[in-house]
């Protein structure tokens, strides 16, 4: 059975950093690519990050170049975002999402989340 | 950066019926690219229709997908009680991956 559990959520202040995990099992992890993507209070899902199965090639959404990171340890079946210079905007719920092929570009399994929560 | 329109916005109808959800993209993208979603409050979303008609492992039949271009429809042929929810419709170009920005689905 495919799981993939994120941690490492939780509450910091603006401009501070965070760095999410996301535990996969039940595949080989080496063979696909990951990405992250996130659900703010009220709004609707937006992908953060994405990284190869690789780890060669990650690629990032214009909102968080910059500031945030992504990798990868296969050895540990862990994809890993690295978020700095963190904002108010940033608040959400973070998720953890494999893609479903080597050449498909759709997500098939998701993690449960991690809540980030950016506040004074 | 392609922008992806979702309508309705807002869908109410009664379990048993039929519900068309449309997805408009700013430009003509790989149908082989276009995937749609589900989610629950609380949880995660959950793939519903990949290559923009090809039901995703467990999904049943009475969702389907179609489309081309820049128009893209999912439809739900008989509404059960949990398929009430939040759908988007999700694209990959250029290195980018875009969600639309949701219909919700609720009970009439």
Redesign the interface.
């Known amino acids: 059975e495919v799981q993939l559990v994120e941690s490492g959520g939780g509450l910091v202040q603006p401009g501070g950093s965070l760095r999410l995990s996301c535990e996969a099992s039940g595949f080989i992890f080496s063979n696909y690519a990951m990405s992250w993507v996130r659900l703010a209070p009220g709004k609707g899902l937006e992908w953060v990050s994405g990284i190869s199965a690789g780890g060669t090639t990650p690629i990032f959404a214009d909102s968080v170049k910059g500031r945030f990171t992504i990798s990868r340890d296969n050895s540990k079946s862990t994809v890993y975002l690295q978020m700095n210079s963190l904002r108010d905007e940033d608040t959400a719920t973070y998720y953890c999402a494999k893609r479903i092929t080597a050449t498909g570009r759709s997500f098939d399994y998701w993690g449960q989340g991690t809540l980030v929560t950016v506040s004074s | ?1 392609i922008v992806l329109t979702q309508s309705p916005g807002t869908l109410s109808l009664s379990p048993g019926e039929r519900a068309t959800l449309s997805c408009r993209t700013s430009q003509s993208v790989d149908s ?2 276009l ?1 749609w ?1 589900l ?1 629950k409050p609380g ?5 519903l229709i ?2 923009a008609s090809t039901r ?2 467990g999904i049943p039949d009475r969702f389907s997908g179609s489309g081309s271009g820049t128009d893209f429809t999912l439809t739900i042929s008989r509404l059960e009680p949990e398929d009430f929810a ?1 759908y ?1 419709c ?3 170009g250029r ?8 219909t919700k689905l609720e009970i009439k």
């Open positions: 950066e082989s690219y995937a979603y989610q949880q995660a979303p959950r793939l990949y290559g995703a492992t939040v988007y999700q694209q990959y290195s980018f991956y875009t969600f639309g920005p949701g």
